[in-house]
């Protein structure tokens, strides 16, 4: 009888046991439930703000909010591109940079180039991949457009940032590679090229192919990437998510929009050029910039700060090529 | 020899059940450990008040920072967190001398994560392993790769882009902040 009372007793504890495990198991579930809860409660209330509020008290609301966008920001950081990993992304994007620095040189200056990587950091930290680490390299060329390669590697001319006349037409110029690293673009766009070539890679990463073909899809990809650049679709959908970075670190957002206009100004004197000397869609660009800006109801109320470009950049930068 | 003791006088009985409390016991403790919450972003602003609009910055806190939250606000989308923060205070005999400071202050509860933000990894890190993309191109030499070494380098610290910010009056430094966080502007 001792005994069966015994085996009752043991039996009572393992259930316990096995409930405590449970209970220890669902806690921090629960409390993650629970953060995305009020996320996904915020995110409806601040969208009732916009229209109730905005309509009542006759002022312009801004469209956008910067706690939604943190939250949404750490969900889609963790995701990756059709398999690659993130050192997949960042040595593709190092190879391809190998490429720019064989054919272009590269310029180096200890002030310049930590400058750059703030301006891009800053970005970056308000872009939707927050973690992601951004650098910037400088080209001995006076081409007119920052390249943006795949894991958040940014390559900029020297005739680009000639160009630029304050820190926020930098931050535009940069803005548009930063919202490109967010995109992918680049990456995507290595892969249609490797898809094109190469049938074994189709829905696969092309970080799979021999050495050898790899290195040559490469050496291609950064020749077409100079030469054509992003397609027009994809430099407005970059154009419109750079809109959103400078409006939401601070900057001045018509930056983006003088940094094109002097570019132009530049192609008809025809100094360099670039990919963006085969772009017609000059036009479409300016008024896909206009459209975010009128979407996002934004005030001139951004910083331009001339001064600190010309300190740190524009005071550092050789003379260019004759 | 009386632990002995007391073992031998221990009712069987009453053994699962002491087991059972001491388990409960350590859910428990196990429990509170899983309140601590980490800043999932890369920055964030603590604010004065539990509101986008009301109050001012107080502190600005970095990605993995961990908190203790004290309490939440009625429409529970804001917590009151806790966090200790050392900071060095002057240079004595023996060095930088550092101080513990205990820090308060309101954070809105979708900046925070249960988990540490898992960070991507840095290029330091992973600057050449063994099967990368870069040690499987056999014919590249070291010096091929010296330009690279612009693109790995640390960019900079936290503090260093914190005062830029700051120089800059951009991200949590500019004076419109409050206007633009969601809220309502002229």
Known sequence: MKRVRTHILCGTGIMAVSCAALLLGCKPRESANTV??????????????????????????????????????????????????????????????????????????????????????????????????????????????????????????????????SESELAGLLAQAVAQCELRLTLARLERFAAERHAAVKDKSCVLLP??????????GALDLSRNGL?????????????????????????????????????????????????AEFKAREETIDTRLAELHAPSLGRTIADRYRRECLAHLPAPKQ | MSTCRWVKRLNPLRVPWLALVLLVLAAGWCAAEGAALFLRVRYAPVRSKPSLLDGETKHTVLAGQKM??????????????????????????????????????????TLLHTQTPKLETTLTDTAVPAQSLLSRLVHLKKSDLKPLQTLQREPHTNDQLDRFLREGKLGAYREDWPALEGGVTK
Request: net charge neutral; with cysteine; proline share 3%.
């Open chain 1, 36 to 165: 995305s809860t009020y996320a996904k409660d915020f995110g409806a209330s601040a969208s009732r703000l916009t229209t109730q509020a905005g309509e009542k008290l006759g002022l312009v609301v801004k469209k956008w909010d910067y706690v939604r966008f943190a939250w949404e920001a750490q969900e889609k950081s963790a995701e990756l591109t059709h398999g690659y990993s993130y050192a997949d992304e960042r040595d593709l994007g190092l190879l391809l940079a190998l490429e720019f620095f064989a054919r272009d040189g590269c310029f180096e200056h200890e002030r310049l180039n930590p400058y750059l990587n703030l301006v891009a950091a800053a970005l970056a930290a308000h872009s939707e991949r927050p973690l992601l680490e951004v650098h910037v390299g400088v080209l001995r060329s006076e081409s007119l457009h920052a390249y943006s390669l795949p894991g958040g590697l940014i390559l900029v001319p020297l005739g680009a940032l000639r160009v630029c006349e």
């Open chain 1, 211 to 220: 050495p050898e073909q790899l290195q040559a899809l490469l050496e291609d």
């Open chain 1, 231 to 279: 397609k027009a679709a994809e430099a407005r959908a970059a154009d419109r998510r750079s809109v959103d970075l400078l409006m939401r670190l601070g900057y001045e957002p018509g930056g983006l929009r003088a940094h094109l206009a002097r570019v132009q100004l530049k192609l008809r004197e025809k100094v360099g050029g670039g990919p963006l000397a085969n772009y």
């Open chain 2, 68 to 109: 203790e939250v004290l309490e939440r606000s009625k429409d529970g989308a804001w917590l009151k967190v806790k966090w200790s923060e050392e900071k060095k205070t002057s240079e004595g005999k023996t060095g930088a001398e550092k101080k513990t400071e205990t820090l308060e202050g309101w954070i809105h509860a």
